[in-house]
Every structure is written in C-alpha cells, then in structure tokens.
Nanobody, 124 residues
C-alpha cells in the first residue's frame, strides 16, 4: 500500500516536496515512480527510480526541475519539485512495480501498486 502526501497550493516558481510511504519494505527488485493527471487529461509519467542501483528517469517536461529520490530505511520515495509552473497543476500519484523493464518505465501498466494521489495546484 502506498500513501502520497505533500501536495498543496503554491505560486509559480515555488517548490514542493511530495512523499510516498510504502506500508512495507520496498524490495530492490522494485521500480517506483510518480505520475500526474491534470483535469481533462490522461495520466502521464513524471519520474521513476529503480531501488536497485538508484537509476532515475524523468519526463522531458520536468527534467532539470524535478528530482526523485528514495529512502529505503523509511520505505519512502520523494519528488522534489522546483520552479513549479501552472502547467504542473495536477493530481500526483505514486506507483510501484516489480521487474519493470526500461522500455516500460513510463507506462502506467508497468506499475501494479498505486497511491491515492495528492493535489498540486500552481497559480500564476
């Protein structure tokens, strides 16, 4: 079970850090990630991290602004979001999947576990 938190209302240019806590220990075979869904749009990939080795992956739209990290001791994943823009407004979901291959990192179907989502609203 995954529990996302940290969303809120911020102004353009501000920062937020999202957290996603897993109810159990995150196995090194897992990849965890963040997706987001804006009103009227499809849920899209934001970032992912492999717990074996720590490799990270980002959507082009957030590269250089967002940073994903994980703390195995806390069973927690973070998404540091800097220089937020109105187009980043969305519900952010955390997800986890086992055995996610590289070509599927950005696909919703690769993740079998999902958190409930946390709303991020960026005003201009």
């Amino acid at each position: 079970q995954l529990q996302a938190s940290g969303g809120g209302l911020v102004q353009a240019g501000d920062s937020l850090r999202l957290s996603c806590v897993a109810s159990g220990r995150i196995s090194r075979s897992y990849t965890t990630g963040w997706f987001r869904q804006a009103p009227g749009k499809e849920r899209e990939f934001v970032a992912a991290i492999r717990w074996s080795g720590g490799s990270t992956y980002y959507a082009d739209s957030v590269k250089g602004r967002f940073s994903i990290s994980g703390d195995n001791a806390m069973n927690t994943m973070f998404l540091q979001m800097n220089s937020l823009q109105p187009e980043d407004t969305a519900v952010y979901y955390c997800a986890a999947g086992s055995g996610v291959i590289l070509s599927s990192i950005g696909r919703r179907s690769a993740y079998g576990y999902w958190g409930q989502g946390t709303l991020v609203t960026v005003s201009s």
